[in-house]
């Protein structure tokens, strides 16, 4: 566990002014210097709290608890917002990390005062989800995010310093999940009655079966083997976060990444959008997806740095114009977006299929230690256990010799890993060692 101590200089509120309510959200005021992010009002406010609600509704989810592992208290895990040229955004995970929820307010969503740009950890405590559910479209809703001030208060609180153990798996899955996000294609759409009917009869408990959804017509077919133009869906009890919501939405969209069998649904208002990104399997995190880790081994000189200049808090990020700025190949570029967006610098954005900048407030120099596999392949390496011969690749680990070999645009292993896993969850640790073993002998 990684852990970092936030500040925060008051409570987040959703308090009565002669206007309407107005929303500020405590920000963590170690992260930027700059005093206001964003003060704005709703034009939407009832699609606004009710997807804020979404979103803190997932984060204080566990949707998995391992046999080993009796249920306990949830930590304490609060969204994360950025502020963007285009967009606002808030993010976050549920506890066991299989689902990833974010909410996309574009411009047209924002009646906006103040703009800055930049990212804060914020605070979503029970008072504050209660006064959002009050919303109504009729409400003068403002959003206010960051604050570098101090305030004293005798009743409320003025001050607060909270220290939040943050998980590893939040940290790994802010990356892991952009990978996903990357390899996904649009599987359907369905408007607002199918998007509606198909939530509504959905089980009502937990349910982790795995079911095929396809569209039929304005529809949705459900069926318990795989056909033709449908998604897998397992664990489908996580989209109830979307039932409150969908009445509002204009369309429900679903997209797939067949590699990994990740799906994502997003509720589509128009003017701001709720993802909710779901694993194969409600007992599998993001964050021990490995789908990175075969880019961060590369010994390619990325140019890492003079990629990292390029980033000024964009929507949309086009690796070929980064790579005629910098003079460097697609290659070197897509390979430095990647190891930024496994420091937590870029997520990925569905509808505009392009990476996004943004910094997460977290100390990433502490999380080194997060790839075990990728530390396992380097010992393997440096301890000369990868021979070459040919195009198979033998590697010594544990006293057993495994096998490593081309398999169509992959690789494939003889390691009981490689069986039960494949490729679904990136590399196993010897084909890494052969891939950097490689790397090493073409440089």
């Known amino acids: 566990m990684i852990e970092q101590i936030y500040r925060y200089d008051r409570d987040s509120e959703l308090r009565s002014t002669s206007q309407g309510q107005a929303l500020t959200l405590a920000s963590d005021q170690n992260v930027q210097a700059a005093s206001t992010f964003l ?103 403002e959003i206010s995010i960051g604050s570098n001030s101090v305030e004293v208060v005798t009743d409320g609180t003025a001050y607060i310093e909270k220290k939040v153990p943050l998980p590893l798996r939040w940290v790994k899955g802010f990356a892991e999940v952009q990978v996903a996000m990357a390899g996904m294609r649009p599987a359907f759409s369905l408007p607002k009655i199918g998007a509606q009917r198909f939530l509504r009869g959905l089980p009502r408990g937990k349910n982790d079966q795995r079911i095929w959804v396809a569209a039929n017509g304005p529809m949705a077919r459900v069926t318990a083997r795989e056909a033709r133009g449908a998604v897998p869906l397992r664990g489908c009890h996580r989209l109830r976060v979307f039932e409150p919501l969908v009445t509002l939405a204009d369309s429900l969209d679903v997209q797939h ?156 292993c003889t390691c009981p890993w490689f069986a039960k896993n494949g490729n679904q969850r990136g590399p196993c640790k010897h084909i890494l060692a052969a891939e950097m073993e490689l790397d090493r002998q073409n440089d």
């Not at 204080?60 to 606002?88: C, H, N, Q, W």
């Open 257 to 412: 990444n067949p590699a990994t069998g990740a799906t994502s649904w997003a509720l589509n208002f128009g003017t701001q959008r709720l993802w909710l990104v779901l694993n194969a399997e409600p007992w599998r995190g993001f964050s021990g997806d490995g789908g990175l880790l075969s880019r961060m081994a590369s010994s390619v000189d990325t140019g890492m740095a003079a990629v990292a200049a390029q980033l000024n808090w964009q929507d949309s990020i086009e690796p070929a114009a980064i790579s005629k700025t910098t003079d460097l190949s697609i290659e070197s570029v897509d390979v430095a977006l990647a190891k930024l967006a496994a420091g937590g610098r870029l997520g990925f954005d569905l509808k505009q299929q392009t990476y996004f900048h943004r910094d997460l407030p977290f100390d990433m120099s502490k999380t080194e230690g997060l790839n075990p596999r990728l530390k396992s392949a380097k010992k393997l390496v440096d301890a000369g256990a990868v021979r070459w011969t040919d195009e198979v690749a033998e590697v010594s680990s544990d006293d057993v010799i495994h096998k490593v070999a081309p398999d169509e645009a992959s690789w494939r």
């Open 39 to 141: 003060k704005a009002r709703a034009l939407f406010p009832n699609v606004t709290a009710k997807s804020l609600r979404a979103v803190s509704e997932i984060v204080g989810s566990r949707f998995y608890v391992p046999p080993s592992m009796l249920a306990k208290i949830l930590r304490e895990a609060d969204p994360v917002a950025t502020v963007g040229t285009g967009a606002v955004r808030f993010e976050g995970f549920s506890a066991c990390c299989s689902a990833y929820i974010r909410l996309d307010l574009d411009n047209s969503a924002l009646e906006t005062e103040a703009r800055s740009k930049g990212t804060t950890n914020v605070d979503f405590g029970p008072e504050l989800r209660g006064a959002l559910s009050t919303v109504s479209r009729d409400t003068e809703m």
